[in-house]
């Protein structure tokens, strides 16, 4: 049984959908969680897809983590064999749960930092941030920096068995530095590490297939 997280905007499940239908054919179970501030968990209010506040983000991941933790536990005690999956922001919060975990757990996560700071104030996503709001361009990108990176993955133990980890990184991602997915590897460096010639936008539609082979992999060769 495989939890397919979603990345941030990713108000569907069309995506994850597909991929789930190919893994069952597999004869892989699939669950998928809505992330918080998505879809039918979205404010009436809210508009477009970007966040309100960081303090949002912040809440949103910690929802994700333990929400994901939870699940699986329930999953593993209900006698499944357990994976998790995810793709940008998903790719994220699945490492966060892997690391959360204290058992070993399968993990494919595609086109995600070492840190939050890597994308909103290195990536191209820093161009929608609303600097004023956090005190000015400088002041508030240094600000944002200090708090992402104060929970960044490096400041945690890796997974329980990160050999059981397979990260999937894009050459000409744009959003998510490319030297930041790099990163997570050489911090867990017994996990597996592969590369699609994209950028994020082609990797939303191309690392499914990747994400799901890793999947399969995991499943057919890996240790229940």
């Known amino acids: 049984m495989c939890l397919h997280l ?21 004869g892989i179970g699939a669950v998928l969680l809505e992330t918080p501030y998505h879809g039918r968990r979205r404010e009436v209010i809210e508009r477009g897809d970007a966040m309100s506040s960081v303090a949002d983000q912040m809440w949103l991941g910690a929802a994700v983590v333990a929400e994901s933790a939870a699940l699986l536990g329930w999953l593993r005690a209900d006698g499944h064999r357990v994976a998790i999956s995810g793709f940008s922001m998903g790719g994220s919060y699945a490492a966060y749960t892997a690391v959360r975990l204290p058992w ?9 930092p070492m840190s939050g700071s890597h ?9 929608l ?11 508030g990108m240094a600000e944002l920096e200090r708090a992402y990176d104060a929970v960044a993955l490096r400041h945690l133990e890796p997974p329980v068995d990160a050999s059981r980890a397979h990260l999937i990184g894009f050459r000409r991602d744009g959003i998510v530095p490319p030297e930041s997915t790099s990163a997570i590897h050489e911090h867990w460096p017994s996990s597996r590490m592969s590369w699609i010639d994209t950028g994020h936008v082609g990797g939303f539609f191309r690392s499914s297939k990747a994400i799901g082979d890793g999947i399969r992999r995991a499943f057919g060769d890996g240790e229940g």
């Open 104 to 112: 070993a757990i399968d993990l494919v996560a595609a086109g995600l």
């Open 129 to 139: 941030v609303c600097w004023e709001a956090l005190g000015g361009a400088n002041d």
């Open 6 to 26: 979603g990345g941030l905007g990713e108000q569907t499940f069309a995506r994850r959908e597909w991929l789930a239908w190919q893994l069952v054919e597999s």
């Open 119 to 127: 994308v909103a104030a290195q990536g191209l996503l820093r161009r």
